[in-house]
C-alpha cells in the first residue's frame, strides 16, 4: 500500500486498520517512511484523534518494533514497576521517586525520554551528570536494577524504537498534545520494559500539554483503559503544573536540587508532596503496601534514613557516574559563565509555565530540532512559588545563561511569564485527583 494513502484516510477522518498500522510502525522502525510523510501523518491524527481500538494497536505495535524485557528470570524478589509524567517544568521527580521506591521494595527499569516541547527531559538531566550513561546495553540495564534496585536510563535503538524515532519528529513539529499519541509513547516503552505495574503523573495547567482538567482526566484515563489492555496495572494522578515543579528549572540545576532532597537538605513542599503521592502509589500498585498513609510513611522513612540517597549514588555510579557523585555533585555539574538574580516587587500570582519552559530552549537549555545538542548548565534556581513575596532581598528567580545577552533576554521572558501583583493569592492543591481505573 502507498503510505500516502493512509495520510489521506487519516487526513479525511478515516480509522486506521491494524494492518494500515503495522506498515507505519514498521517503516518508522526502519526508517523506510520519511520524517515529512510522518509529520504529515502524526498532524492528521492530531487534527482527527484516533479510536481506542486505533490507539491500542498503535501502542502495541511500537511496543513490540524492538526488544521486549522480561524480569522473570531475574527473581528479583519485589515487584516491577515504574512511573512516567506527562512532562512539565522543573519536573526532577524521576531522580527522587526513583531510589525512594527502590529503597522501600520495588525494582524500578526507568526508560525515559528527552525533552519534548517546552518540558524538559529526564534523560537529557541525566547526561549532566559526567560519565553517566544514560544509553546502556541490555545486560548492563539488567544488572544495575537487579543488584540497586533502580536504573533511570534513556530509550535505546532497541526498545521500542518505532516510538523513539516518532517521539523525536513529534517534539519538533507541533503534533505533541495528541492524546492517542502521547498514551501509545508512553505505554509502548513501558510495556517493552516489561513492568508489573505503572503510576502515571498526568500534569495539567499552564506548563502541561494537557492545560485543563478536562483533557488531563481524558488522557489519564486513556493510559489506564489501553493499559489495561496489555494486562499493565496503572493507576493515575493528575498534579498541578500552573507553575514550576521545585525551584529549579535546568538539567544540571535540577539534578543539584534532586541531590539536596535526597540528602534530606531541602524539599520544597509542593516537589515533595508529589513524589511521595507518586512513590506511596507505586507501592499500591506493586502489592507492598495497601493503604495510602502507611505506603507514604514508608517513604518518608527511606528519605530519613537515607537509604534512597545511598541507592541513587550507587544507581549513578553502577551507570558510569562518579562514586562520589552524592557528596562533591558541585565539582561535578556544570555550571553557567552568567549567573544573576531578577528583583521585582509584589506577591508572584501567576505563572504561564510553558513560557518558563520555552525561555529554557531559548536559553540553550531544548531543543528546537531534532538532535541539537543542549547546554546543560542553563536555566533557572531560586524560583519564587505563586504566594511567595517578592522584593530586593528574595529574588523571582536567578538566570543562569552563557552569555550577558542570553541573560537579558532571560529576564525579559521570565518578567513577561510571571505575573507579580500587590495582594497574595489563593494557593491551589498540587495533587488534583487520583484515579485507579
Known sequence: MLFTDLIRKKRDGGELSAAEIKVFVDGLADGSIPAEQVSSL??????????????????????????????????????????????????????????????????????????????????????????????????????????????????????????????????????????????????????????????????????????????????????????????????????????VLGTTAGNALEIKESVLYLRNEKREPRLDEVVIALCAEMLLVGGIEDDRATAADRCEDAIASGRAAEIFGRMTSALGGPADFLDRYDNYLAGAPIVRPVHVNGYVREVDTRAVGNAIIELGGGRRKVGEALDLSVGFSDIAAIGTQVDGARPLAVIHAASEADAMQAERNLLAAITVGHEAPATAPVICEILTG
Open 42 to 243: 502524526a498532524m492528521a491524527i492530531f487534527l482527527n484523534s484516533m479510536t481506542f481500538d486505533e490507539a491500542g494497536q498503535l501502542t502495541l505495535a511500537m511496543a513490540a518494533s524492538g526488544t521486549v524485557l522480561d524480569w522473570t528470570a531475574e527473581d528479583l524478589g519485589g515487584p516491577v514497576v515504574d512511573k512516567h509524567s506527562t512532562g512539565g517544568v522543573g519536573d526532577k521527580v524521576s531522580f527522587l521517586l526513583a531510589p525512594i521506591a527502590a529503597a522501600c521494595g520495588c525494582y524500578v527499569p526507568m526508560i525515559s525520554g528527552r525533552g519534548l516541547g517546552h518540558t524538559g527531559g529526564t534523560t537529557d538531566k541525566a547526561e549532566s551528570i559526567p560519565g553517566y550513561n544514560a544509553t546502556p546495553d541490555f545486560e548492563t540495564f539488567r544488572a544495575v536494577v537487579k543488584d540497586v534496585g533502580c536504573a533511570i536510563i534513556g530509550q535505546t535503538a532497541d526498545l521500542a524504537p518505532a516510538d523513539r524515532r516518532f517521539y523525536s519528529i513529534r517534539d519538533v513539529t507541533g503534533t505533541v498534545e495528541s492524546v492517542p499519541l502521547i498514551t501509545a509513547s508512553i505505554l509502548s516503552k513501558k510495556i517493552a520494559a516489561g513492568l508489573e505495574g505503572l503510576v502515571m503523573d498526568v500534569k495539567v495547567g499552564s506548563g502541561a500539554f494537557m492545560d485543563t482538567p478536562e483533557r488531563a482526566r481524558e488522557l489519564a484515563n486513556s493510559i489506564i483503559a489501553t493499559a489495561a489492555r496489555a494486562e499493565l496495572k496503572t493507576h493515575a494522578l493528575i498534579t498541578d503544573m500552573n507553575e
